[in-house]
Structures are given as structure tokens and as C-alpha cells.
């Protein structure tokens, strides 16, 4: 089965980890000492981290060779260059030749404070002291691969970075895909052969209303699979067996539980009512039945 576009960029940023930082690349090349050289040289005031990167240019007597080098044969990217890069992977095409322009261009189909991001998968940025800082790729559930250094993982929530916005390229959602993952919180994509906490609970969530996936163990096997096409199909989405954001927000909406009829306002109530009945009322209400009782035997 063909990848969708959202896992081709994923699974090309995670492909890139441990990928080198360099200043000004974008994928284009694979790194070696001449390429240090010479973006160094393109930009000044990023030679010395260049350099200090670089364990043969470190040490003016070593050839430049890349053997025995962790980054040997990896391609170079800086940051921006490698959110390009994998976004174009999957056709999605963003301009701007730094973070800054990256963020302003029109690439965004919409972009917002990072507190209201939606679990897709879309850019995020580091917008600190009036400047665009730093951009990765915010992957789901919560999770960025970025290159800072190198290309690596972090959070949204408690991560190294202080991510402050993000933005969903233009051609990768659509406008009630976008809508919906509003709704879901940081829920993974999963499809046939994924595991995990996050599958137990979809398959308990599918078994509370009706679409049986057997006992509930984590594995997103083949009734699974039918359990979820089965809910799809019922309820207008997709019919592909996959769990993304517009399946995640049909299946919350599906198990939320139904608020209770109004009680109206003549409706007796269940509970007795406690009264406090003081000792002097008791006997005053004693005194009153007795002048009862004898005005009664009179008339009879």
C-alpha cells in the first residue's frame, strides 16, 4: 500500500536523524570538509561552529577524509533546509531562503500560537526576543524531529526548544481535516500493524459502541482493521482502515456520553427532606391533638 503523503514526510525526517548541521544546505549535498569550507566561507559569522563541528577541520593536519566520522556519507542540512527537504519529498513545495521568510511566505494553508496547534503534521518555530529563531517538524502526538546540531527528536511539551508557532503547509490537509484535529488532541495516525497504549484505547473506544475488535491488546490487527472500516463507513468518512484525524474526532464525538434529560421543575424528588422539629413544638402540637380528641367526644 502507498504511503500517504503525511507518512513519506515522516518517515524522510526519521530517515535524516543523526543527519549533520550546516548553515545555508538544504539536502543537496552530502557532507565533507570542502562543503564546511565553503558554506563557511558564504557565511562568516557561522565559521567557527562550522569548523568546530567538524572533527577534520578541527585539525589542519588531518586530510579531508570523512572516514571514521559519524556524519560520513549523511546529507547536510540547516533548518529550514530540512523541513524543505522532506516537505518536498511528498510534493508539498514551501519557499524561503530563511526562517524568518519561511514563516511570512504564503506556504501556509493556516498557522497560529502553538497552544492551539492541531496533532498533524505541519512546521513549528522558535519565535524569540522579536526574531524567527529556529523550524522543525512537528511529526504527531506531540513529537518534533528537527536539525539543531543535528537531526534529532523532541517535544512541544517540555522539549529543549521553547516552540512558540506552527503552521500546516498548504496541500497536505484539507480545510475539515485541519477542522477536525482541532478536536482530537495529540492523537497518532495508526493503521494495520501499528501498537501501543494509544491502539488499546481505540479498540476499547470501537468496542463501547458496537465494532467488535476482539479482546483489547494493543495490536492493530485484522479485526482491528474491520472494526474501523466498518465505523468509517458508517459514519461517511474515508473507508480506508486508517485512524487519522477526521476518524479520531468522529470516534471522540461518537463515545461522548449524553448529557441527562433536564429533571423539571414539578419533578418530585427522590430525597427525603430532613426537617428540625424543636422539643416545645412536639409538646405544643401534643397539647393541640388532645383539645382535638376532647372536642370530638363532646359531639359524639
Avoid at 214 to 226: E, W
Wanted: charged share 25%.
Amino acid at each position: 500500500m502507498s504511503l500517504t503523503k503525511q507518512e513519506l514526510i515522516v518517515q524522510t525526517a526519521a530517515s535524516l536523524l543523526g543527519c549533520p548541521y550546516i548553515y545555508g544546505t538544504w539536502g543537496k549535498w552530502v557532507c565533507t570538509p570542502p562543503l564546511r569550507r565553503r558554506y563557511a566561507n558564504y557565511n562568516p559569522e557561522q565559521k567557527a561552529i562550522t569548523y568546530k563541528r567538524c572533527q577534520r577541520l578541527r585539525d589542519s593536519s588531518q586530510k579531508d577524509t570523512c572516514a571514521g566520522c559519524k556524519y560520513e556519507g549523511k546529507l547536510a542540512f540547516d533548518c529550514r533546509g530540512f523541513t524543505h527537504y522532506c516537505l518536498a519529498q511528498a510534493g508539498i513545495e514551501i519557499t524561503g531562503g530563511f526562517v524568518g521568510r519561511q514563516w511570512s511566505d504564503a506556504n501556509w494553508a493556516e498557522k497560529g500560537d502553538i497552544a492551539a496547534m492541531p496533532d498533524l503534521v505541519c512546521c513549528v518555530f522558535v519565535y524569540k526576543a522579536g526574531k524567527w529563531k529556529h523550524t522543525g517538524l512537528h511529526i504527531g502526538g506531540g513529537r518534533i524531529i528537527h536539525c539543531s546540531g543535528e537531526v534529532k527528536y523532541d517535544t512541544v511539551i517540555g522539549g529543549a526548544n521553547q516552540w512558540t508557532h506552527y503552521a500546516v503547509p498548504k496541500g497536505l490537509y484539507t480545510p475539515e481535516e485541519i477542522k477536525a484535529a482541532h478536536k482530537g488532541g495529540f492523537m497518532r495516525t495508526m493503521k494495520k500493524g501499528s501498537t501501543g497504549e494509544d491502539v488499546r484505547e481505540l479498540q476499547e473506544m470501537l468496542d463501547g459502541i458496537g465494532y467488535a475488535c476482539g479482546t483489547p491488546d494493543g495490536v492493530f490487527g485484522n479485526l482491528t482493521a474491520y472494526a474501523v472500516k466498518s465505523f468509517q463507513r458508517d459514519n461517511n468518512l474515508t473507508v480506508d482502515g486508517v485512524v487519522g484525524p477526521a476518524t479520531w474526532a468522529a470516534l471522540e464525538k461518537a463515545t461522548e456520553p449524553e448529557d441527562p434529560e433536564p429533571m423539571p421543575d414539578d419533578h418530585p424528588t427522590t430525597d427525603a427532606e430532613t426537617v428540625t422539629v424543636s422539643r416545645d413544638d412536639i409538646q405544643a402540637a401534643v397539647e393541640r391533638l388532645e383539645a382535638l380528641a376532647q372536642t370530638l367526644r363532646g359531639w359524639l
